[in-house]
Structure formats: structure tokens, C-alpha cells
């Protein structure tokens, strides 16, 4: 079973839709989460952090649901400049070197249409 | 301007011949990460250093190489035992090893004809 896994996508969505993503962990001991937004033939960039008690940024709700082992992210208000792939990302120290591990999705397309 | 680099942004070799992507960051951070990225797939990660002089193997190390000489530069050498060298290069590096967030290059495109 992989690490993280992503709705396979794409979304194709009008602008000023609302579009969620959902993504699952398999190892309990992951201890963050993030979801990072990577354009077209460029590197990830981090887009939040996700907490349990939810949060918000701007048009972005991110939630985690540490029993069911699953992440979501919202974008309400969709734009045009919201277009790229969006990777869930899961982190776990490593119990031996203490080092942080991180975990990526395959990501979700997205593309809003006008 | 503190940030990450990597050259070349594309490279071409011939199957056989080893090559070494540069990773260069001025951001002071401790630690530094190599991942590949093949279409559909995640992130994979080959190499980490958490320190200088020192470094791990990540899920897919075979027919990679690394070094830390300096904390700013971690240079990857794709060798030729490595069987699908044709991929996206991403480095990363973040503050400390148990540091949360990774800060990314531009990636490097390795195409191998």
C-alpha cells in the first residue's frame, strides 16, 4: 500500500467553483502534513500545513481527521491563477536518525477554466 | 536573495556516462534531500544529509551517489548502474533534520539517450 495516496484527478472546474481534494496516509505514526502546490515543470512549493484543529488561508481550508488517517483541502472561489497539481505530503521522523521523512502524493491536477 | 539552486536546468547524456547535478543553497540549513520525480509517481527520495560530512540512503539509492563536503552544496552523481536515470531532479533543504518544511530547487530535467 503506498505511503500517501490522492484522488487521481483531473479536475476541470469553472472559475469561482468550490473543489475539494481528499488524500489518505497508511502509517499512524506520521506526525505533519502538508499540501504543496507544484505548476508545470517546476519544483513543489508549500501551499499550508494542515492541523487538526483545521485551517484556513484565505480561499484554502485544509482539514485532517487523525482517526481516519485522511486529509482534504477546499478551494473556494476557484481563479484561473489556481491551475497546477496539488501534492498531499505526510511526515515522519526517522526512529534512527532523527531525520525528517516526508512522504508525497502523486498529486491532483487542477484546471480552472474560464 | 536566500534561496536554492540547481544547474543545469536541463542536461543530456549518453547512456553509460556518469553525471553530477549541482545543488547549491545560502539559506544556512542544516540539512539537504534529493528526490526524483517520474510522471505519476510521488516524490521519490534517493539521498539525505543531515550534517555535513554525513548522509543517508533514501527508498531509492541504488546507482546514485552523494557527498556533503560543505553545508551549502550537495551534489547527486547518477552513475550508470542506475538503470532509468531519465527523470525530474529535485534538492531540498530545510533548517534542521527533524525540520518540517523543505524548501525546494528548480529541479533539474536529466533526459538519457
Known amino acids: 500500500r503506498k505511503e500517501v495516496e490522492q484522488d487521481p484527478g483531473p479536475f476541470n472546474v469553472p472559475e469561482g467553483a468550490t473543489v475539494a481534494f481528499n488524500c489518505t496516509y497508511s502509517n499512524s505514526a506520521s506526525q505533519s502534513f502538508f499540501w504543496y502546490r507544484q505548476d508545470c515543470r517546476k519544483e513543489p512549493k508549500l501551499l499550508m500545513s494542515?492541523?487538526?484543529s483545521g485551517n484556513e488561508d484565505g480561499r484554502f481550508t485544509a482539514q485532517l481527521n487523525r482517526a481516519s488517517q485522511y486529509i482534504s483541502l477546499l478551494i473556494r472561489d476557484s481563479k484561473l491563477s489556481d491551475s497546477a497539481t496539488y501534492l498531499c505530503?505526510?511526515?515522519?521522523?526517522?526512529?534512527?536518525?532523527?531525520?525528517?521523512?516526508?512522504?508525497f502524493g502523486t498529486g491532483t491536477r487542477l484546471t480552472v477554466i474560464p | 536573495d536566500g534561496g536554492i539552486t540547481q544547474s543545469p536546468k536541463y542536461l543530456f547524456r549518453k547512456e553509460g556516462q556518469n553525471v553530477t547535478l549541482s545543488c547549491e543553497q545560502n539559506l544556512n540549513h542544516d540539512a539537504m534531500y534529493w528526490y526524483r520525480q517520474d510522471p505519476g509517481q510521488g516524490l521519490r527520495l534517493i539521498y539525505y544529509?543531515?550534517?555535513?560530512?554525513?548522509?543517508q540512503k533514501g527508498d531509492i539509492a541504488e546507482g546514485y551517489s552523494v557527498s556533503r563536503e560543505k553545508k551549502e552544496s550537495f551534489p547527486l552523481t547518477v552513475t550508470s548502474a542506475q538503470k532509468n536515470p531519465t527523470a525530474f531532479y529535485l534538492c531540498a533543504s530545510s533548517r534542521s533534520p527533524s525540520g518540517n518544511e523543505q524548501f525546494f530547487g528548480p529541479g533539474t530535467r536529466l533526459t538519457v539517450l
Open positions: 544529509s543531515q550534517i555535513v560530512n554525513d548522509f
Open positions: 494542515v492541523y487538526s
Open positions: 505530503v505526510v511526515n515522519r521522523v526517522n526512529d534512527w536518525t532523527g531525520a525528517n521523512n516526508l512522504f
